[in-house]
């Protein structure tokens, strides 16, 4: 038996198109990106040998060090957003709808599923001042704010980016995070609850940590995502205004086609590889090391 | 059973939830003079689908979803195809190197898109791939493989492996027990899988804007976005429309499959 499911020809009819594939769009051009780092040009005027130049530019950037700044702020509210955004979502759709939750749940979802390019430019107008004023500043200048425009301060456009991304993802994260909690087992919550836990204090001692290793999950994904941040703010605001909301994706797509510089480009995807890793590493060990401290007590 | 602070906050949660899309869909129907003439709540005094008409030709509209479609599905059917295949070989198959084998592949989900941009430009710049939609296609394959492989792999171990032990006893080779024994089972998460893939190639970005150098070949994403920089400030109607349409694709969809879709979106990133 072991023989048939160990045949070679089978194993390389089955796998081998796929390993093909996987090594000529990923693996190749993964390590390929590494050697270009070390150089210097682009495809039309050649490339010339800098060692480690690339990187030293990076560090001393100012450029870079601005959008690394606005990517981990960026990163940083989003995050935290998302995922107090979408446990009290799904609190509220376990332990307030209950069975009645799944229309709820469906209506809120369903702008994940929406072109990030189409939800950038609707907010875009939805904050609009210009040519007519759009629904939020209509309704700022009913509340007797003067119409200003969102998109000319840093700060203002900064968060217009935040509530379009939580508007598009906190569906998903409530979703996400309300997979780990209807896993809870029921006994254990009436449990809690003879012995007198409500409300507040029954969500932090027995469904929060009960939900850990999903609430894990979704911190790292979360994160990932934040840091990879590109679509909806090239729709929204395409860095602007100056470079102020440039994430550093953007900055490495504007390095590399604009400027055509594919060797500075490639260290800057170095980058963003090294900040995703780092974070996740990070939370997995600190998670790991506040999953045995639970388990010890 | 909701008291009501419970009530009002999911009457807020609805309004915030769907009124930008109401919005978009009654501007969507207002010409020119009557958006700049009327407040942002007022309904359009007709039903006039004349941006509509506008969106489809100024703005492309029409080959942006053709084009759309025509690199996404064949991507997506590629990548359940490959994946399944190699999800089968490294769960239910026996042999050497397979732990490894796997780990390769699973690194591939955490590596961010633009680690393999430039170096893919070259290369299909240099077999002259550049000003068609292989690219796009071949891209997308690639880059959804790790995840899919992972996913499918996972169903397989859900199957119980004496199905394709007995199979095997039965005389059926590896292949056919693949293909008819293998494939049936898994096939919610086929459909799960599918869905994942689908949303995640046809909302892409990156990989459209970098690999696209004419407009002939815009996607739907990148499509929305040239029709902003072209005409967003003048053609405020179109624009919304054009918006619009985008949406409505992804709509009928959702409104057959939300249960699917939701699972597979929340799924694929729980597991990866």
Known sequence: MNQVLGDRRAILILLGPALLMYSAVMVIPVVWSFGYALFRGNLIEGFTFVGLANFGRLVQDEQVA??????????????????????????LYTFVLRRSSSLIRTLVFFPVVLPSVAVGLLFSRLFAVAPNSGPVVSVLDRLGVAPFDFFAAAGTAFWVIILMDLWRSMGFYGVLLYSGLIDIPTEIL???????????????????????????SSIIFSLNASLKVFDTIVALTNGGPGSETTPITLLMFQTSFFYSSFGYGSSMAILISVMCFMVTIFIFRSSRRDLTVGGAA | M???????????????????????????LKST????????????????????????????IGTSLQNSLVVTI????????LGAAAGFALEVMIWKGRNTVLLVILGGIMVPSQMILLPLFTIYFKIGLT????????????????????????YFRSVPRELFESCTLDGAGVLRSFISVGLPLVRNGLLTVALLMFFSTYNDLLIALTFITSKDMSTVQVGLLNF??????????????????TVLG?????????????QGLAGGALKG
């Open chain 2, 228 to 245: 902003q920089g072209e005409y967003g400030s003048v053609l405020y109607g179109p624009l919304f429309a054009g918006i619009c349409m």
């Open chain 1, 190 to 216: 009436e449990a809690a609850r003879i012995d007198g836990a409500r409300g507040w204090r029954l969500v932090r001692s027995v469904v929060l940590p009960l939900s850990l290793p999903v609430l894990v």
């Open chain 1, 66 to 91: 601005a959008a690394v700044r606005f990517t981990l702020l960026y990163t940083l509210v989003i995050s935290t957003g998302q995922i107090v955004l979408g446990y009290s979502l799904a609190l």
């Open chain 2, 74 to 81: 064949p991507s997506v059917v590629c990548i359940l195809l």
């Open chain 2, 33 to 60: 003079q009557e958006f700049l003439n009327t407040p942002f709540w007022s309904l359009p005094q007709s039903l006039d689908f004349q941006n509509y008409a506008d969106a489809w030709t100024l703005g492309r």
């Open chain 2, 250 to 262: 992804t709509l009928v969809v959702y409104l057959f499959l939300s249960r699917q879709i939701m």
């Open chain 2, 131 to 154: 000003n068609t939609l292989w690219p796009l296609i071949l891209t997308y394959i690639g880059h959804g493989l790790p995840l899919t492989t992972f996913l499918m792999a996972a």
């Open chain 2, 2 to 28: 909701a008291g009501l602070p419970a009530k009002l906050v999911i009457l807020l949660l609805l309004v915030i939830d769907v009124y930008p899309l109401f919005w978009l869909v009654s501007t969507s």
